[in-house]
Nanobody, 120 residues
Framework: QVQLVESGGGLVHTGDSLRLSCAVS????????MGWFRQPPGKARIFVAAIKWSTSSTYYADSVKGRFAISRDNAKNTVYLQMNSLRSEDTAVYYCAVVHFPTIPRYNSWGQGTQVTVSS
């Protein structure tokens, strides 16, 4: 069983930055490939970014490439999503998940997510 707790969301303005955190707990949690997903209002949840535990290789959706950066601290069992140059279309609830690298959620369970609202 893996537990995921997202945090760090908030209300920001266009062009601002924000860093999300995902605390991961559970058996061998530091060995999971991890990803971030987001669900805009009224839309389906979509992939944002992923990172491998073994090599820290990363993969991004085209819409965030060059603006977002995923990273992890295995000692703290935490995954981060640094979001820069935020746009109104980045407004969504953001979730982290264990993934089959890079884009497929491994388990059909999600945390509570963290709301990011970008105001113009």
């Amino acid at each position: 069983q893996v537990q995921l707790v997202e945090s760090g969301g908030g209300l920001v303005h266009t062009g601002d930055s924000l860093r999300l955190s995902c605390a991961v707990s559970g058996q061998t949690s530091s060995t999971y490939d991890m990803g971030w997903f987001r669900q805009p209002p009224g839309k389906a949840r979509i992939f944002v970014a992923a990172i491998k535990w073994s090599t820290s290789s990363t993969y991004y959706a085209d819409s965030v490439k060059g603006r977002f950066a995923i990273s992890r601290d295995n000692a703290k069992n935490t995954v981060y999503l640094q979001m820069n140059s935020l746009r109104s279309e980045d407004t969504a609830v953001y979730y982290c998940a264990v993934v089959h690298f890079p884009t497929i959620p491994r388990y059909n369970s999600w945390g509570q997510g963290t709301q990011v609202t970008v105001s113009s």
